[in-house]
């Protein structure tokens, strides 16, 4: 998730405020991203969300679905109404795919990745920084080859493609450890930086 794709997200919530605004986000081989806003059907608009069917089919045509979003607006004032309610959490499972939440009051950000989703193949994909990039790519890669859960963790939005990630500090929080080089084994990740000694 990057600056690019929050700020579609939240313009789109902004403008069906006090209602949810829900919709896609999907990437194509070509490193295209598109953030797909949809109707909200819904009967209670400013509690729920619901989107056609017809719109996901929209949303697969443009690329891999990566997520969906929703927001939550007016009624969800007090703090601990900014997170992802049961619902949603249940969708997100049933969906196979990582749910996006904009929480206009807070202007807060949440993401979940259920246990259901299926990366995209890890050959061929385009860089595209905040959704396939070289942290997600180690991530997916554990999460289909070895079963292994890594945390999401997304570039800041004041990041750049030419600023650091913090890849040192992630290494840690996921529990990777330093090996010498002469006990380098298969699955292992070797951190390197470009352009450097």
Not at 25 to 51: D, M, Q
Not at 56 to 62: G, H, Q, R, V, Y
Not at 129 to 143: E, I, P
Request: charged content about 25%; overall charge negative; glycine content about 6%.
């Amino acid at each position: 998730m990057n600056a690019e794709i929050k700020a579609k997200i939240k313009e789109h919530a902004l403008k069906e405020n006090p209602n949810e605004a829900c919709g896609f986000v999907s990437v194509n081989y070509l490193g295209e991203v598109t953030v797909l806003p949809c109707e909200n059907l819904a009967h209670n608009k400013k509690g729920r969300f619901s989107i056609s069917p017809q719109k996901n089919l929209e949303a697969e045509k443009a690329g891999h679905i990566v997520a969906f979003y929703h927001s939550h607006a007016g009624e969800f004032l007090d703090e601990a109404s900014n997170k992802f309610s049961r619902e949603d959490l249940e969708t997100a499972y049933e969906a196979c795919l990582p749910a996006i939440l904009y929480v206009h009051p807070h202007d807060a950000w949440h993401y979940h990745r259920p246990a259901t989703y299926k990366p995209a193949d890890l050959l061929g994909r385009p860089f595209v920084w905040g959704v396939w990039d070289c942290y997600s790519l180690v991530k997916d890669y554990y999460k289909l080859i070895k079963g292994v859960v890594l945390g999401d963790h997304f570039p800041a939005d004041d990041a750049s493609i030419h600023s650091n990630f913090g890849y040192e500090t992630l290494h840690t929080k996921e529990r990777f450890h330093e090996v010498p080089l002469e006990d380098i084994q298969k699955d292992d990740v070797i951190l390197l930086r470009l352009k450097s000694e």
